[in-house]
């Protein structure tokens, strides 16, 4: 069998056509190599975010939002009841007491706005997330929060290494008036 010439091959014209359009089929299919742009990246991560930090109010277990935190002890987070956390530990149990052991539910959905802006092993991200909460008094809340987060990249895995939690003054007269 000359393989060079195709005497005696088995392989027609026809089953090499076939093998190509394979190969650029597998080629085409997006696979965990697949380089995402930051935006699309971290929009994964801001609906990740939004899903865990649901969960977590559910479960009354701020343990749930560990995986997306770093754990330094002098790390700031600032959330939504204003007040400044040192350290994960601090934050989980500032979080639980705040605001999960007095909800019933609380949904936050990602806004529309989200930005990132990505420097190496650094990123910072904004958004608006909108935030549906029901307390345990039986009050329905609905408001819109902004979130300023700052990732590390540590060992592949982008984590929040400060967070900034609020909810915009609304002011009575605009400004200058």
């Known amino acids: 069998m000359n393989a060079r010439t195709g005497e005696g091959s088995d392989l027609t014209g026809l089953t ?14 997006p696979g965990k190599g697949t380089a995402l742009n930051p935006q699309q990246q971290f929009g994964r991560l801001l609906t990740r975010y939004c899903r865990l930090w649901t969960t977590a109010a559910q479960a009354d277990n701020p343990a749930v939002l560990s995986p997306l935190y770093a754990k330094d002890t002098g790390l700031v987070f600032y959330g939504l009841s204003e007040a400044e956390y040192r350290g994960w530990l601090a934050y989980g149990q ?18 529309d706005d989200f930005h990132v802006t990505k420097l190496g092993r650094v990123a910072w991200t904004t958004s608006i997330l909108h935030v549906a909460v029901t307390w345990n008094t039986g009050r329905q809340q609905n408001f819109d929060a902004e979130q300023t987060a700052v990732w590390e990249n540590r060992d592949g895995h982008w984590l929040i290494v400060h967070e900034h939690i609020s909810t915009p003054v609304r002011l009575p007269v605009a400004v200058g008036s």
Do not use: C, E, H, Y
């Not at 979080?95 to 949904?107: C, E, G, P, R």
């Open 16 to 29: 090499l056509a076939a093998i190509v359009l394979a190969m650029v089929a597998v080629a085409l299919v």
């Open 94 to 111: 500032g979080i639980k007491s705040s605001l999960f052991d007095n909800v019933m539910s609380l949904q936050l959905t990602p806004g």
